[in-house]
């Protein structure tokens, strides 16, 4: 045995004994399960992609899961799906906190008398359901099954089910039902349902109240086709709202109007359209006799609009070629909802039907949900005792019913319970029964979000506990309850479903794509004139409502609030107040100035019969006397139902103002609501400057031109099409293990984010937002100050930071002009399982550490590897960081500067690029856009 | 033999004070090592814990630690100015003064040492900032201004050292003769055999001379450097070339109060009126009005410089200091470092010992203020008005304050038990 | 034997150094303590100035070059870009040779000084004398043991 074969058998033994002593038991399983692959071909120490698709709300965009040692971390627009196109929303990058999150239902629990829940098994909740099914079938009560929106095989499994158990399946509940907008497309056209609209092909957009990039249907295709629209010259959109919402904050113009006048202004845009020579021809005169008479001044007068603008939108709407009119969202949630439903129904007939701006046979699966009037008659059915079994699956009516109808007190006298939930919220509080589902991560299953897009779910982490989707649980109970069920388990199920419907070539489709698109029968759409004449006769339209009046507004960041229990989401400040945590109310700057209010200040809002006591914060662009209270504010966010529509009333009129003297800490993450004339975001004035500066040449330098060898990493921001919607900033979070770090730390300033979305606001109101992330830049002022060289310039541009090299003087944060640099103040550490959500391609930071933005530097690194193994240079497009790709507005690329073709050289080039705080000579390799 | 007569008086009038302690100087020992002691619990919390304890944030990563480590450089400069530059320009009332002058340089130096590593993150990894051979090859950024400090810092610390302890080194001899018993045994082994020959005084007046010599530019480079933490940054209000200038006045002007305040007292106290005379309390309190008006009109320059640039990020920097948030720490600052040392061109206020002492305080509160709102306001308010904020001290970063006071006290009162507070050598001389 | 000459003054011990020297003994025989420098008796003795100045000197341009070479060497012993700066940056590499310089400097004077000095002396260590506060004239044994006065 010669030197080396010695060093070669120590080394083997010693390697082999150091891993046979790894640990504990647990540690054990974590080590054969990544030296064994399992049967899916995942490799331990390599990425997988697995297409799947996003049930956070009911838009249900396609996904794609990136999947490291048999979990998923992140997940991504699946760039070909029909609905998303690669984007998706931050509410759909923090869904993974769903999966994860630890206060996941694990296993079915059942209340005690003394209202305190026990852990039961499968089986006893299962014989108990059985049991009493039975008992009020007996009693001849009626049992019924209340679910959310619910598409695909699980809707023909939920049928049968509730048929052969006898089952009333009631209409289903979403609190953003539409319910207006499908029963005037009922009224009108015979069609109650939710149409695509095609935004992307309009040349003016005209939206009402329709919240397009935060809840309205399918905000991710809206986002990507408004802000398209946003950032082109030649077409036009403007929004009309009584509030300030982020729809607003990104429309080419924002008019606001009178809350509760929209119907005023439909009208009398109807009527002053018709009379127009394009479409006199076109409106039928029987109708024009039914509607109420309008003029100018009186619609002025009850928008609070002036007749200038009034008159400037409609020979602008007159003269547009494709005209897109939406109405919806807060439009629809005010008493005068059914007329401004209808009058909104009929120009769209008028204008947009025409030229093929409301696609029907793509329309939104909205047709089996119900309204709020259907909730009101479960409520009336409880409390005359005629429920015995009610199931509540994958909804909140509790939180989401007004008071009046007092569903808390009348779900009492069902004699039980069910409810169907993945985390607890008001609704399972009442339930007596509450069964775990499973996240659509760790389950089988499809939906069919819009008609004719079939997406598919796919098991991708073993669920957690004893959690069950909701077809296996509907088979188990079927089997319970009747002795036999139609197949062993859902997957079986959802196999031969699938076999039946779809030919192989498109199953291997739905399999490989995670989405398949099945041709829809064009449908065309008639004005019904006698049903119209019948609707239009009892249109009557009521006052505005009397100010000061507060609009209870939907949330970017929680949807209809079912997605307020994701920490990550209340660590994303709300892009327009920049308050992350806790509740508000924002009011007008004159507001707040008449009653001496500032950020922080308690104010009570009271009527008659509704008071809530909020923090204010001060909006800039607000209208006086109208006030923007996020529904995530209020423990009931619909105030009372529409009797006619059925659509929850989410206003309150009449207030009552008055500051209690209290004050709370609001986490306002923005230091200042204005960029202080900065030209962070230049105006025409800095404009000029930059222009005057250009004239007297480069600038001089003491130091070395930087050189580059096969990369200068870059990226481009187009602010154009940026709306702040923040899906970029839920990316980052997720791609880079970001920390969380709650309440407490955001006030003392201590956030982590590594980008942030900056909105400004200048005199008017207007705002803009520009994403602040490290800017890797050529001359960075925070290397030079590192005394240890943990802050340094790579050969690729990449201002990067050695953590482990880091002693933690704080230096480079001081010296770094655009503030993106995050220190650890703690030790972070996140709840189990939540630990589990981390990409092992880069390391958790420990405290005492500065960390920042990398450019996605693990993936840059894994194209590079990619492209060595081929031999070659990565590619345009090869490398995304996590923000770029998630952007549904496509605002951000990244990309190589020193390859000409690529697309990042051409954007820094183009007239509009500019860089922030260019004049300090840092050079940033992150090139802004500027709006035009 | 008059002139050996008062020699012995001088040996027993300024060993007197190492005499045998008192209760009211137990006392404060007592109450300075419990503030020390406090400190240090409170570093070690927040060593455990993470830097969340202090209230600095983002974007203001720097506050209470580097305002006092600021500070407590600028208190050892007048050590140095009175023993070194005062020497080399013969200055004869530097003798009533260098060896508390040279005495507070150093334990200010060693307190303000710490203040660099109770800010770091990761102190652990302290050892990272020194340049050492080690097997990753990697070395220091020696373009960084904190290396800087690390070797300016050190430097100054060992220079003085050395100084005081040439300085002590005669005085020493005294000491371990009069002192009987085994304390005049170390004593004695502490002058390294020393004998007072014509051989050795040839050499120790040269090298009294190049110490001095050595020691005079770092009078003005250690405060330049210190400063330049601050002005080769690109903050608003860091930036500015006259930061040098203005801190070395600065440190001198809060050195001289210091000096002030720690020898009026123990004149009074260890009855040093005779060696300490009026006048030469009344030459440094000249000093200090110098420096004062030498930082006054820094002041005066700051602010009209930023206004004059044109330069948004500056002008609205300097708003914010005099106007904003800080505004009422602004105006302390101005009133203790401008406004009051002012009345010191009225001779008898000079001489009212009473008065300088409550001056001498206030010049101090007034100093740490300045370093305080020089950090603080310059971070709160930069580049990105998105990313402003403000910073509020936690109680950790005030208890580790009150524990380097608690620290410099304690030095300085076993200083004056275990060595000579006067230069007895220095003063038969005279 | 070895003759010891203690004086409490200034005056007279001067004085009588000068008639000593006057009488013809060379200065390297007589060994001088007093409490403080006085120059006077250096001029006296006619010794040679301190070479003291040469360490100072040495250790200075050591420190200087050490440290510019230091920063250098180091920065270019593996290269790593902050700030675009470049890799040998002059400016703040002469400021670590400037504190080098006087560190250095200080330090050498201060070690020669413990050379020229002959400290430390061990035998002075154990030896008790009243040299610091008075004026002390040792003369050697070999040189006249009888000489006067007093």
Redesign the interface.
């Known amino acids: 045995m010669d030197r080396r074969q010695f060093l070669q058998m120590l080394g083997l033994v010693s390697g082999a004994a150091a891993l046979s002593s790894c640990g504990s038991d647990k540690g054990q399983k974590e080590l054969v399960s990544l030296l064994v692959p399992t049967e899916d071909g995942i490799v331990p120490g390599t990425e997988a992609w697995r297409p799947s698709t996003c049930c956070e709300c009911p838009a249900h965009c396609g996904l794609l899961t990136r999947i490291r040692e048999n979990r998923p971390v992140k997940l991504e627009g699946n760039p070909r799906h029909p609905v998303n196109r690669g984007g998706l929303c931050l509410r759909g990058q923090a869904s993974l906190w769903r999966l994860y999150h630890p206060q996941r239902l694990q296993s079915p629990l059942k209340r005690q008398a003394d209202g305190r829940l026990q852990t039961i098994p499968w089986s006893q909740a299962l014989a108990e359901i059985a049991e009493a099914l039975q008992h009020s079938r007996r009693q001849s009560r009626q049992n019924a099954w209340l679910a959310g929106r619910t598409s695909g095989t699980l809707n023909a499994l939920l049928e049968e089910f509730c048929s052969s158990l006898g089952i009333e399946r009631l209409a289903e509940f979403e609190p953003f039902s539409h319910a207006a907008l499908r029963q005037s497309y009922g009224l009108l056209f015979d069609r109650a349902d939710l149409p695509r609209y095609r935004g992307d092909q309009a040349d003016l957009l005209i939206t009402v109240g329709a919240d397009l990039l935060e809840t309205f249907l399918s905000p991710v295709d809206y986002t990507t086709q408004a802000s398209a629209l946003a950032a082109d010259q030649k077409r036009h959109w403007l929004h009309l709202e009584p509030h300030y919402s982020l729809t607003g904050a990104n429309a080419d113009d924002r008019l606001v109007l009178t809350p509760g006048s929209e119907g005023s202004l439909l009208l009398w845009l109807l009527q002053s359209l018709a009379s127009q020579r394009r479409y006199r021809g076109r409106w039928p005169q029987a109708l024009q006799d039914l509607l109420p008479a309008s003029d100018l001044a009186a619609t002025a007068a009850a928008t609070g609009l002036r007749s200038q603008q009034l008159q400037q939108l409609a020979s602008r709407f007159a003269r547009a070629e494709k005209p897109l009119l939406i109405v919806g969202g807060v439009a629809t949630g005010h008493r005068n909802g059914q007329p401004v439903a209808l009058l909104g129904a009929l120009l769209q007939w008028l204008t947009a039907l025409p030229w093929g701006g409301m696609d029907f046979s793509a329309g939104e699966n909205y047709s089996r949900v119900g309204s709020l009037l259907d909730l009101e008659e479960l409520s009336q059915r409880l409390a005359a005792d005629r429920i015995g079994v009610l199931f509540v699956s994958r909804c909140d009516p509790v939180r989401h019913s007004p008071a009046a109808l007092g569903l808390q007190g009348t779900l009492a006298k069902a004699r039980l319970r069910v409810g169907l939930a993945d985390l607890a919220d008001d609704t399972t509080d009442q339930m007596d029964l509450i069964l775990p589902l499973a996240h659509g991560l760790e389950t089988w299953g499809d939906t069919e979000p819009r008609r004719g897009v079939i997406g598919l779910l796919q098991p991708l982490r073993t669920p957690q506990q004893q959690a069950l989707s909701e077809g296996d649980l509907l088979l188990k109970l079927l089997r319970q309850a009747t002795g036999k069920s139609p197949a062993a388990d859902w997957e079986t199920y959802l196999q031969r479903n699938w076999q039946n419907r779809f030919s192989r070539v498109q199953l291997g489709q739905l399999m490989d794509d995670g989405y398949l698109t099945e041709p829809q029968p064009q449908l065309s759409i008639r004005l019904d004139l006698a049903r119209a004449a019948k609707a239009l006769q009892g249109l009557h339209l009521q006052a505005p409502l009397t100010l000061p009046a507060a609009v209870i507004a939907p949330s970017i960041r929680s949807f209809d609030g079912r997605s307020r229990s994701l920490e990550l989401l209340s660590e994303i400040p709300d892009p327009l107040t920049t308050i992350s945590y806790g509740s508000w109310v924002a009011i007008a700057p004159q507001t707040a100035a008449r009653l001496r209010l500032q950020d922080g200040d308690e104010l009570q809002m009271k009527t008659a019969a509704w008071q809530s006591k909020q923090p204010v914060r001060i909006q800039p662009g607000q209208a006086a006397k109208v006030l923007t209270l996020p529904m995530d504010s209020l423990p009931a966010p619909a105030t009372g139902i529409d009797p006619l529509t059925g659509e929850a009333l989410r206003y309150c009129e009449a207030l009552h103002l008055k500051p209690t003297g209290k004050r709370h800490r609001l986490p306002i993450l923005a230091g200042s609501p204005s960029q202080q004339g900065r030209g962070l975001i230049p105006t025409p004035v800095h404009r000029q400057q930059k222009h005057d500066q250009q004239n007297h040449g480069p600038r001089a330098s003491f130091y070395p031109e930087p050189h580059y060898e096969n990369y200068r990493w870059a990226m481009a921001i187009d602010l154009q099409r940026c709306i702040g919607c923040s899906a970029c900033v839920a990316a980052c979070y997720v791609e880079n293990n970001v920390p969380v770090v709650g309440a407490a730390d955001h006030l003392a300033g201590r956030e982590m984010s590594w980008l942030r979305i900056e909105p400004f606001y200048d005199e008017q109101g207007r705002v803009d937002f520009l994403p602040m992330l490290c800017q890797h830049c050529n001359y960075a002022p925070c290397e030079a100050v590192c005394p240890v060289y943990a802050a340094y310039h790579n050969p690729e541009g990449l201002n990067v930071q050695v953590y482990n090299r880091c002693v933690g003087t704080r230096y480079c944060s001081n010296n770094c002009p655009y503030k993106v640099r995050r220190f650890n103040w703690w030790q972070h550490k996140r709840t189990p399982p939540l630990d589990l959500l981390r990409n092992p391609d880069l390391p958790l930071r420990s405290k005492g550490m500065m960390e920042k933005c990398t450019f996605c530097l693990q993936r840059i690194r894994i194209a590079k590897d990619r492209a060595k193994d081929q031999k070659r240079l990565v590619q345009d497009g090869e490398a995304t960081p996590a923000c770029a790709q998630s952007c549904p507005a496509g605002a951000i690329a990244f990309g190589n500067l020193l390859d000409k073709e690529s697309g990042i050289y051409r954007l820094v080039h183009s007239q509009r690029a500019y860089r922030v705080l260019a004049e300090l000579g840092t050079e940033p390799a992150v090139h802004y856009l500027r709006p035009e | 033999m008059q002139n050996s007569a008062s020699a012995q008086q001088i040996e027993q009038d300024v060993l007197a004070a190492m005499s045998r302690p008192s209760r009211c100087y137990l006392a404060c020992i007592l109450l300075a090592g419990l503030l020390f002691l406090g400190g240090m619990a409170l570093w070690g919390r927040q060593i455990a814990l993470g830097m969340g304890v202090a209230g600095i944030s983002h974007p203001v990563g720097w506050g209470v630690y580097i305002t006092d480590f600021v500070f407590w450089v600028g208190i050892a400069h007048s050590g140095t100015l009175i023993s070194a530059v005062l020497y080399i320009f013969r200055a004869r009332f530097r003798t009533s003064f260098n060896r508390a002058a040279e005495a507070m340089t150093l334990f200010a130096l060693m307190v303000a040492g710490l203040f660099p590593l109770i800010h770091l993150g990761r102190v652990w990894l302290a050892y990272f900032l020194f340049p050492y051979p080690n097997q990753r090859q990697l070395w220091v950024n020696f373009r960084s201004p904190l290396v800087w400090d690390v070797f300016a810092v050190s430097t100054y610390m060992l220079v003085s050292l050395v100084f005081f302890y040439i300085g002590l080194l005669p005085d020493l001899a005294i000491v371990a003769r009069r002192r009987p018993g085994p304390v005049g045994k170390i004593y004695r082994l502490l002058t390294l055999g020393w004998v007072g020959s014509s051989q050795q005084w040839r050499h120790y007046a040269k090298l009294y001379f190049l110490l001095a010599a050595f020691a005079t530019p770092l009078v003005a480079s250690v405060h330049s450097i210190v400063s330049w933490d601050f002005a080769v940054s690109i903050v608003p209000g860091w930036h500015t070339t006259i930061f040098a200038p203005y801190f070395v006045a600065g440190a001198i002007l809060s050195g001289t109060a210091m000096v002030i305040t720690l020898v009026i007292p123990m004149r009074r106290l260890l009855r040093l009126e005779a060696y300490i005379p009026v006048t030469h309390i009344e030459a440094i309190a000249k000093i200090l009005l110098l420096t004062s008006l030498i930082v006054s009109f820094a002041y005066i320059v700051e602010q009209g410089l930023a206004f004059y640039s044109g330069n948004l990020f500056e002008m609205e920097q300097f708003r914010f200091r005099a106007l904003g948030d800080y505004r009422l720490l602004f105006w302390i600052m101005i009133s203790c470092n401008s406004l009051l040392p002012m009345t010191l061109f009225v001779g008898r206020l000079r001489r009212n010992l009473a008065y300088l002492f409550v001056l001498s305080l206030l010049v101090n509160v007034g100093m740490w203020l300045e370093r305080f709102v020089i950090v603080v306001t310059s971070l709160a308010r930069d580049f990105d008005p998105y990313a402003w904020g403000n910073y509020t001290p936690s109680l950790t970063e005030i208890g580790i304050t009150a524990g380097s006071f608690g620290l410099f006290f304690l030095l300085f009162l076993l200083f004056i038990k275990v060595l000579p507070v006067l230069s007895i050598t220095e003063l038969k001389e005279r | 034997m070895a003759r010891q000459l203690i004086f409490?003054?200034?005056?007279t011990f001067l004085q009588q150094l000068e008639q000593l020297l006057a009488d013809g003994i060379a200065g390297e025989h007589l060994?001088?303590?007093?409490?403080?420098?006085?120059?006077e008796?250096?001029a006296l003795?006619g010794?040679q100035?301190?070479k003291?100045?040469f360490f100072?000197l040495g250790g200075?341009l050591a420190g200087f070059g050490g440290?510019f070479l230091?920063?250098a060497l180091?920065?270019l012993?593996?290269p790593?870009?902050?700030?675009?700066?470049?890799i040998v940056?002059v400016p703040?590499?002469l400021?670590?040779g400037?504190?080098?310089t006087?560190?250095i400097?200080?330090?050498a004077?201060?070690g020669?000084?413990?050379l020229?000095?002959?400290?430390?002396?061990?035998?002075?260590?154990v030896e008790?004398?009243?040299?610091?506060?008075?004026f002390i004239i040792t003369i050697a044994d070999e040189v006249a043991p009888c000489t006067t006065p007093s």
């Open positions: 409490d003054d200034q005056q060994e001088v303590r007093t409490p403080y420098h006085l120059s008796v250096e003795l010794q100035p301190s003291l100045p100072a200075a440290g230091l920063a180091t920065s012993d593996w790593i870009i902050t700030g675009g700066k470049p940056a703040p590499f400021l670590i400037y504190l080098m006087i560190l400097g200080s330090l004077s201060f020669g000084f413990l020229l000095a002959r400290l430390p002396r061990i035998d002075a260590l008790e004398q009243d040299f610091d506060a008075h």
